[in-house]
């Protein structure tokens, strides 16, 4: 696996970006738990992209966890923003994440002047937050798989991935018998048993499908 360079981002300071943020989210596809945005910051004092480093989802989870403090000393600024399970339920997915980021955003120290986007559509400049900060947002680059070629997004993922298995960890405690800290919310078949036997929590996202018809259940 070819590892993530910062060739993008430096493109990017090259045309006078001060600050580049990565963006990236996790827990967009899973039935209970917020979806979280990560945003990792660099500039042109960054050093070499830590060892190791790629898209989460490509990562162990003990990988994962060794990477976070290397990340985080690596880069410029970080921070992770959640919206909740009954967020996603008022808002729509789409603009949940976007006051996933906007609140990572306003958890940095500077001010960003661009950033990189993973995939094709950019839900981080359209509108429709309803609980998030009023900041400007970053003039926006969109890459397709910038989690597996930009360092600063699958810096972002690494981070967003660790911080929210955690939050998922700390709801297990909080409401036992779903199994929150081995499937992390989605919606794995022990998931979808243990919302049959004890119904719906309130981190459960209501709008979405949580059990199958009957008869493809059977």
Do not use: N
């Not at 060892?51 to 690596?74: F, H, I, N, Y």
């Amino acid at each position: 696996m070819i590892p993530p360079t910062l060739d993008l981002e430096r493109a990017l300071l090259a045309g006078g970006a001060r600050q580049v943020v990565g963006i990236d989210e996790v827990g967009r596809g899973a039935l209970a738990g917020p979806v979280s945005v990560g945003v990792v910051v660099v500039d042109a004092g960054t050093g070499p992209v830590p060892e190791g480093l790629t898209d989460s989802k490509a990562l162990t989870a003990p990988a994962r966890e060794r990477l976070q403090p290397l990340v985080m000393d690596w880069c410029l600024a970080w921070a992770v923003g959640h919206a909740s399970a009954q967020e996603i339920d008022a808002m729509g997915i789409v603009a949940a994440l976007r006051t996933a980021a906007l609140r990572a955003l306003a958890a940095l120290p500077m001010p960003c002047d661009a950033a990189i986007l993973d995939g094709s559509h950019d839900w981080l400049s359209s509108g429709g937050d309803l609980f998030s900060p009023g900041i400007d947002t970053p003039a926006v680059t969109m890459r397709v798989k910038a989690d597996l070629t930009c360092a600063s997004v699958a810096a972002a993922s690494v981070l967003a991935k660790v911080v929210r298995d955690q939050h998922m960890v700390a709801l297990d405690a909080a409401y036992p018998g779903y199994g929150f800290a081995g499937h992390k919310g989605y919606g794995s078949t022990s998931h979808r048993a243990a919302i049959r036997a004890l119904g719906p929590s309130v981190e459960h996202r209501r709008t979405w499908t949580l059990l199958p018809a009957r008869s493809e259940d059977a």
